[in-house]
């Protein structure tokens, strides 16, 4: 339920309202959105007297939100979340770039890759150290080993890391050293898992699950969000469907529906949605189109000897024009809006 009160409403004011919801064992959180304030009730909301609180003379209107998620709605807070990450931002027309392996390899390969990718303009470098293979006998990454050559890499270039986290018994290593904690597609409803990341101070990405809906991606986000983490990235990262030319086909769809029902920044990976590189281009194209809040791009300096999704990985020159090429796009996007604007 959400109670939209008048902007004016003091501070005491609110407070006895909010004593008398939080005696019903309702958890509350205030937002602030144009003209007026928000609260949003959490819990069992069915003793509350929606025609009751409207005699208050401060509350405006009192609605009941259907949805399962609370914090994660855009209804309990209309503006969009930004995260910042450095000097990055995300989100609300801030628009950033993720780069970097499939995974870390050595110090060599992870520093080159961070060097060339900065210069091209990301925001954030990416690179698993702990990587979900379908094979036990795959690659499974370099572990903590991966972490400290990420930190050197962070060390000679600046860019914030992102990282996949696969199990809770990291995650003070991830908080000492991580900037961005990536709930990988897999482990998108291990629920144990979001409960911990939830506990951290870090933002975290987390990935669409291979087959997943809207509704069960933004419960996950919630699962993050209830235990006091609320800086939280959507990432669709292609789901599956019955065509298999591409790895996965990406939900361009996920951009607007997303940004619709939630007030957190969505980014695109079009490496892991389609699986080729020569595809990821068009797709981080179509993603900027659609108003992502940014993007998350597999680059390797030898894709064809890289450990983990060489055929996906995108050189550094690649790199280079699509980066030229969806800064144009921005370019349009933030055009258009303006234009949108000084037509209303
Ligand atoms: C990755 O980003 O390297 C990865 C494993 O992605 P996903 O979880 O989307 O498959
Ligand atoms: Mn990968």
Redesign the pocket.
């Known amino acids: 339920m959400i109670i939209i009160m008048k902007e004016e409403t003091t501070n005491e004011q609110m407070q006895s309202l909010m004593e008398s919801l939080q005696e019903a064992g309702l958890e509350i959180g205030i937002t602030s959105g144009v003209g007026h304030k928000i609260l949003g009730l959490i819990g069992d909301t069915a003793c509350v007297d929606e025609e009751k609180l409207l005699l208050h003379p401060q509350v405006v209107q009192v609605m009941r939100v259907h949805e399962p998620y609370k914090k994660a709605n855009r209804h309990f807070h209309p503006q969009d979340t930004v995260i910042q990450v450095g000097n990055a931002k995300l989100g609300s027309g801030k628009f950033g770039v993720i780069a970097g392996p ?2 870390v390899e050595s110090v060599a390969q992870i520093t080159q890759v961070a060097q060339a990718v900065k210069a091209s303009g990301a925001s954030m470098l ?1 690179g ?1 150290a702990f ?2 293979r379908t094979s036990p006998y795959s690659f499974q990454g370099m572990g903590v080993d991966g972490l400290k050559l990420l930190v050197e890499a962070k060390q000679a270039t600046g860019l914030p890391i992102v990282t ?1 986290i696969m199990s809770p018994r990291y995650c003070e290593l991830f908080e000492e050293c991580v900037d961005v904690v ?1 709930i ?3 482990n998108m409803q291990n629920f144990d898992l979001l409960k911990e990341v939830g506990k951290l101070s870090k933002p975290i990405l987390l ?1 669409r699950g291979l087959a997943n809906t809207y509704e069960e991606w933004i419960m996950s986000a919630e699962y993050i969000m209830s235990e006091g983490n609320e800086n939280v990235i959507l ?1 669709e ?1 292609g789901i599956r469907t019955m065509e298999t030319y591409t790895r996965n086909t990406m939900d361009v769809s996920a951009v607007p529906a997303l940004k619709r029902m939630t007030h957190l920044p969505v980014v695109v ?1 079009p490496s ?1 949605a389609s699986g080729h590189s020569w595809l990821v281009e068009p797709l981080a194209m179509a993603a900027a189109a659609a108003g992502a809040d940014g993007l ?1 791009i ?1 680059v390797h300096n030898n894709p064809a000897c890289a450990k ?2 060489g055929q996906q990985s995108l050189t550094p020159e690649q790199f280079d024009h699509l980066m030229k090429k969806v800064e144009a796009m921005m370019g349009i996007v933030e055009k258009t809006l303006v234009e949108a604007k000084g037509e209303e």
Do not use: I, L, T, V
């Open positions: 499939c995974s990416r698993g990587k979900p996949e990536q990988g597609a897999r990935k990432c990262r990976d892991h998350m597999e983990c999704d």
